[in-house]
C-alpha cells in the first residue's frame, strides 16, 4: 500500500483503528519491558543509583537521533516504510536484552543491557520522529483530544491488569524458583519482544497520506531552523525543555524511592502504580473534553500544578517512614498523580501536533521533541550522580516542584485558540467529575474500553472517525 494524496473516510478509518491497536500493543510491550520491572531488573543486576538514572536517560537522550532523522523523512518522504523498519528493529534488542544475562558473565550482562537499551531507544526514535509527522497528517486537528484520550484509556485499560499479573509472577517466581530472579525479567521482555512485533504489523495497516511536494530537500540546517523562527513555536519548545527538566529530575527514582527510603517490596510498588493508573484511566475522557472544548494549554495550566504538587507530598512521606500513615499518603499521592499524568501526557503531545505548521510538522515536531528529549534525559542522569553523594531523594522532589513551578510561568507565553483562564476549566473540571468519575462510570468506562478492545478484535467495521466525533 503506497501513499496517496487524499484518504477515503474508509481508509481513515481503517487506519485509526490500526493507531489504536498497536496503542495497545506498544502499552503491553511497556508495561512487561519498563517502569518497575526495567528498574527491578537492573537492580538485579547490581545496578548502582547512577545507573538507574543512566535507565531514565537513555530513551530521552536517543532522540538526538531525530535531528538527521528529520532529513532522512523529507529526502524519501516514506514515513509508513521507516517507522515499520525503524520499529521492529528497535523492538528486536528486547529479545536481545532477554537472553544476555544467559550467555554473558554476570559482570558483562548489566553493561551490554545498557548498551541494547540505547540501540533500542535509538531506533525507536527514529520511528517516532516518523511517526509524529505522519499522524500530524492523518488526524483531523479537532478531534486529537478525544481521539487520543480513547487510546490512553484503552492502552491503560490493558496495562492495569497486565502489571498486577506481572508483578504477581515476579513474587511467584522468586519464592517458587529462588536465586533464578533473572529469568523471570527474561520472561517479561521476551513477551514484550513478542507483542511489539504484533504491533509492527497493526502500523502496516495504517494508510499514509502523501506528504507535500516540494522542488528540493531543503538543507537540514535550514529544516531546523524553521521551528524557532517561529516566535509561538519557540515558546512552546522553551515550555516542554524547562517542563521535562523539572518532571524528570524526580520522577525516574520514585520507584527507587519507594523500594529503598520507604521499604516497600516491589509487589506493592506495582499496586500503588496501578492504582496511578486507574486513576489515570477514570480522567482521559475528561481531559480529553477539556482539551477539545477549550485548548491543551489551558488544561496544561490546571493538571501541571497537581502534578508538582505531588512532588512536595512525596517529600513529605520522609517524614512518616516506617509509620502506618505512609501507605494511605502514598495510596493518596498515586491517586492525584495519575489523574494529572492524564492530562499533562495527553496535550502535551496534541499541543505541538495542533501549533504545528501544516507540510512542516517533521521539524517543527522533531525539534519540541529534541530539546524536551535532552532536557529529560540530562535530569535523571545529574540526579543519579548527585544521589551518589547525598543518598536524599527527598531533596530532588521538592528542587523538581520549584523548577516546575517556573516552567508553568513559561506556558503562559505560549499561544493557543480557544485557551481560557484556569477557573474556567477547574469549573468545568468538577462538574465533569460529578457526573463522569463517579465508581459506577469508572466501571462503566472499563466495561466499554474493554467492549471495543474485543469488538476490534474481532474485525468489526464501525467507523472509528465517527465514534470520536
Known amino acids: 500500500m503506497g501513499c496517496t494524496q487524499t484518504l477515503t473516510e474508509k481508509e481513515v478509518n481503517r487506519g485509526l483503528r490500526n493507531v489504536i491497536r498497536d496503542g495497545l500493543a506498544t502499552s503491553v510491550m511497556s508495561t512487561l519491558t519498563g517502569s518497575v520491572f526495567l528498574v527491578a531488573f537492573a537492580l538485579s543486576l547490581g545496578a548502582s543509583s547512577l545507573v538507574i538514572g543512566l535507565l531514565a536517560t537513555i530513551p530521552p537522550l536517543a532522540n538526538v537521533i531525530q535531528v538527521p532523522t528529520v532529513y532522512l523523512v523529507e529526502k524519501y518522504r516514506v514515513r ?63 478531534v486529537l483530544g478525544k481521539f487520543f484520550s480513547k487510546r490512553m484509556l484503552l492502552s491503560t485499560a490493558i496495562s492495569i491488569p497486565l502489571a498486577l499479573i506481572a508483578g504477581y509472577f515476579i513474587s511467584w517466581w522468586r519464592i517458587a524458583f529462588p536465586g533464578m530472579e533473572m529469568l523471570g525479567y527474561s520472561f517479561l521482555f521476551l513477551g514484550g519482544f513478542i507483542v511489539g512485533l504484533i ?102 495550566r490546571v493538571a501541571g500544578p497537581i502534578m508538582i504538587g505531588c512532588f512536595l507530598i512525596w517529600a513529605a512521606t520522609v517524614l512518616f517512614q516506617s509509620t502506618p500513615i505512609v501507605v494511605p499518603m502514598v495510596v493518596i499521592v498515586h491517586v492525584l498523580m495519575g489523574m494529572a499524568t492524564a492530562g499533562v501526557n495527553l496535550v502535551s503531545g496534541n499541543i505541538g501536533l495542533k501549533l504545528a505548521p501544516e507540510g512542516q510538522a517533521t521539524s517543527y515536531l522533531a525539534s519540541a521533541s529534541l530539546f524536551s528529549s535532552l532536557a529529560a534525559g540530562t535530569a535523571p542522569l545529574l540526579g543519579g550522580i548527585i544521589a551518589q553523594y547525598m543518598h536524599s531523594w527527598e531533596y530532588f522532589f521538592v528542587v523538581a516542584f520549584m523548577l516546575g513551578f517556573f516552567s508553568l ?35 462503566k468506562g472499563v466495561h466499554d474500553a474493554t467492549a471495543s478492545i474485543l469488538e476490534r478484535a474481532k474485525g468489526n467495521h464501525d467507523a472509528v472517525l465517527l465514534e470520536v466525533k
Not at 94 to 104: E, G, N
Open 80 to 142: 509508513r516504510s521507516i517507522t515499520m523498519l525503524a520499529s521492529a528493529v528497535s523492538r528486536g534488542f528486547l529479545l536481545v536484552i532477554a537472553i544476555i544475562p544467559f550467555v554473558v558473565p554476570f559482570h558483562l550482562a548489566l553493561p551490554l543491557v545498557l548498551l541494547a537499551l540505547v540501540l533500542n531507544s535509538l531506533l525507536a526514535s527514529v520511528g517516532g520522529c516518523s511517526w509524529n509527522s505522519w499522524m500530524h497528517d492523518l488526524l483531523p486537528t479537532h
Open 409 to 443: 510561568h513559561r506556558l503562559t507565553l505560549v499561544k493557543e485558540d480557544g485557551d481560557v483562564r484556569e477557573i474556567v476549566v477547574v469549573k468545568e473540571l468538577f462538574s465533569e467529575m460529578k457526573g463522569g468519575v463517579s465508581p459506577s462510570n469508572l466501571r
Open 199 to 300: 504491533g509492527v504489523f497493526f502500523i502496516s495497516g495504517i494508510p499514509e497520506p502523501r506528504m507535500p511536494a516540494t522542488e528540493s530537500v531543503p538543507r537540514l540546517r535550514d529544516l531546523l531552523k524553521k521551528p524557532f523562527e517561529d516566535r509561538n513555536f519557540k515558546n512552546l519548545i522553551v515550555f516542554m525543555t524547562s517542563w521535562s527538566f523539572a518532571v524528570n529530575l524526580a520522577l525516574p527514582f520514585l520507584t527507587v524511592y519507594m523500594l529503598t527510603t520507604l521499604g516497600l517490596d516491589t509487589s506493592s510498588v506495582v499496586l500503588f502504580s496501578v492504582i496511578g493508573q486507574i486513576s489515570s484511566l477514570a480522567f482521559f475522557r475528561v481531559w480529553g473534553k477539556l482539551s477539545d472544548r477549550y485548548s491543551n494549554k489551558s488544561v496544561l
